[in-house]
């Protein structure tokens, strides 16, 4: 039995030698460069094929991510195989501003840690986001997750039979072909909100237990929605802006959407509140809503 198994693509700024004195004995690496930053205590398994991975994974009780790769599958095969996550939080977030590898990508996303999924979706006992960086808080952690016995688990989303539920529920309902169809998600499942000044709707939503549904907005891009909303439009804007629709608090405008493809549940514009469409989801199920 193996305590710390670590994960990550190596680069001598993820690896803090306190860090691996608090939960050392087994290390996991994605290249087997630069080995002179490794401690001579950890050893470097390289490329491991699945059933290898496997192996180690069930005999380790905490696979530890120092920050890359972001939202590889690696997190929840670990979880899968009865271990606790340690998950890398980043503050501030890390996005196209501030972070290299985003600077090209074509996302406005900021992204709160390694995993946001397993942060958002999971949690303890199974997930621990934390700051990698603080020996202090890597310490406690380390001493909680060893007064618990954390057994395996894997939502039910990323079985097949949850893929297959949520292609029966696309096939059942969505009509691709029709533009005139239901619209789904069910529009009676849709709750708007109006969000602080520089707050995206999908922070929005989260806090208050919902996710952000994007194809609802086309039903709420309307200046009498806004108005629904005790808000006051002094004037109307139409603008192709990832912020609209949305209510600009310099002037009191309402601010609609002109190009129904730069809707955006992840953008956020200070001085601006968005007005956001949530709803609610089936836990083990984020992709359906509790009726749908």
């Not at 696309?170 to 998600?185: L, Q, R, S, T």
Request: hydrophobic share 35%; charged share 20%.
């Amino acid at each position: 039995m193996y305590f710390s198994f670590f994960y990550l693509k190596i680069s001598k700024n993820h690896l803090n030698p306190k860090v691996f004195c608090i939960v050392k004995l087994r290390f996991f690496l994605q290249s087997d460069d630069e080995q002179d930053y490794i401690p001579k205590y950890v050893k470097n398994h390289g490329y491991l094929r699945s059933p290898q991975l496997q192996k180690l994974l069930k005999q380790t009780k905490v696979f530890i991510g120092l920050g890359f790769p972001y939202e590889g599958p690696a997190p929840l095969e670990a979880i899968q195989s009865g271990c606790v996550f340690l998950n890398a939080k980043f503050d501030p977030p890390h996005d196209r501003v501030n972070t290299p590898f985003f600077k090209n990508k074509p996302t406005l996303r900021k992204v709160t840690s390694q995993h946001p999924y397993a942060e958002e979706f999971i949690g303890k006992p199974h997930v621990y986001t934390i700051d990698i960086t603080n020996t202090t808080v890597v310490e406690a952690a380390m001493q909680e997750i060893l007064q618990q016995q954390v057994n395996a688990y894997l939502p039910l989303e990323w079985t097949p039979e949850g893929m297959l539920e949520r292609v029966n529920t696309y096939v059942e309902h969505v009509d691709f072909c029709d533009i005139n169809a239901k619209p789904w998600p069910p529009l009676d499942q849709k709750q708007v909100f109006v969000s602080q000044s520089g707050q995206s709707c999908k922070d929005l939503c989260r806090s208050k237990g919902l996710v952000c549904e994007s194809s609802y907005f086309v039903n709420i891009n309307t200046a009498d929605q806004i108005k629904r909303l005790n808000l006051t439009c002094r004037k109307e804007e139409f603008a192709a802006a990832l912020h609209a629709p949305s209510y600009g608090h310099d002037g009191h405008t309402c601010i609609l959407q002109t190009h129904p493809l730069l809707f955006s549940c992840v953008y956020a514009k200070e001085g601006h509140s968005r007005i956001c469409p949530c709803r609610d989801f089936q836990q083990q199920q984020v992709a359906l809503c509790k009726k749908c």
